[in-house]
């Protein structure tokens, strides 16, 4: 918590995942949003990609979900900015943030690919692969 506090990315993001893994309780999105965002704000990537999906889709105590932070317009800038700095989760994420705003397919299948430029052997291209696959049926 020290660390986090003094701004270290990686404490930030080791807290949050704490919490993702071994607090299951309602509201659980209340405990990790602020430690994936201080993560994302002191450089941390994969932080802003984890804050935006927590914002959206994280379980969260009744009337305490940042609203902001769960709309399309601000889930696009975050996944954005996740991916132009090579998180490959957040090019993942702006291809499904893309699809479910009706995009031109284009936009979804760039976001998708650049998941397996930046890391072809990872989950998220793992992921992107199966969706590719899934849109061209």
Request: contains cysteine; glycine residues 10%.
């Amino acid at each position: 918590m020290a660390l986090c506090r003094a701004g270290q990315a990686k404490a930030c993001f080791g807290l949050a995942r704490a919490v993702e893994i071994e607090l299951d309780v309602n509201g659980q999105a209340n405990v990790k949003f602020p430690f994936f965002m201080a993560a994302c704000a002191a450089g941390d990537a994969n932080g802003c990609t984890n804050a935006g999906a927590t914002a959206k889709k994280g379980n969260w105590i009744q009337n305490t979900r940042p609203d902001a932070a769960a709309t399309s317009h601000c889930q696009v800038r975050t996944y954005e900015t996740a991916c132009d700095a090579k998180a490959p989760w957040g090019c993942f994420m702006l291809g499904m943030e893309y699809e479910s705003n009706g995009a031109e397919s284009g936009k979804t299948r760039d976001a998708l690919e650049r998941a397996c430029d930046v890391d072809p052997d990872g989950s998220a291209c793992d992921a992107a692969r199966a969706r590719l696959g899934q849109l061209s049926e």
